[in-house]
């Protein structure tokens, strides 16, 4: 049993004696400390100015309309914290643009002048619903590639952080859509 703690004693001064001991107790701190502040400036950066979004919607206007009722719901009662009524999200602001013409080329200079004010800021993003959003596409396993622009919706966002925004519109589009084709149906919705 001597034997036993000797060899215990010599291994742990030699363990304590290394370089990487020594190096690994100064870092261990140092590295602490840099996720904690990198944890406060990722807080910072979370701000909650209100986001402004443009909406082509194709569609006449249909799913335009229920994204924005949406969005007022969305404002009343998720923005802010409903006991010490201090905001915890950003509001959501949309932007509905017309389109004068159907034709490739107004729809691509209508894209092109959204795409330059995502890139100015002025706006954080654009979706665009296509027209013949409404009907059930034939083939399932089709990519969101292979989607012709008349079945999709695009979105379009300079920052990668807007995936709580595609996230709620997604859901309000998908509300909108199933709404309308149980309305064809004849259907109660509910």
Do not use: C
């Not at 990668?160 to 996230?167: D, G, I, L």
């Amino acid at each position: 049993m001597r034997k036993i703690w000797t060899i215990a004693r010599r291994e742990y001064r030699a363990a304590v004696r290394s370089k990487a001991f020594i190096v690994t107790m100064v870092l261990m701190p140092v590295l602490m400390g840099a996720s904690i502040g990198i944890q406060m400036l990722f807080k910072k950066l979370d701000d909650n100015k209100d986001k402004r979004y443009a909406v082509i919607d194709r569609t006449g206007g249909d799913l335009a309309r229920t994204l924005e009722a949406s969005s007022q719901l969305y404002n009343q009662h998720l923005v802010f914290d409903p006991q010490t009524k201090k905001q915890i999200a950003s509001k959501i602001i949309l932007e509905v643009i017309p389109l004068d013409e159907g034709t490739p080329e107004a729809i691509s200079k209508v894209r092109y002048e959204l795409s330059q004010r995502v890139e100015k800021d002025e706006i954080e993003g654009i979706i665009e619903i296509g027209p013949k959003i409404y009907e059930v596409r034939g083939d399932p396993t089709q990519t969101p590639d292979q989607i012709d622009d008349e079945h999709a919706i695009r979105f379009q966002a300079k920052k990668p952080t807007q995936r709580a925004f595609m996230t709620w519109a997604e859901q309000s589009i998908n509300a909108g859509v199933q709404v309308k084709r149980f309305t064809e149906k004849k259907l109660d919705p509910i």
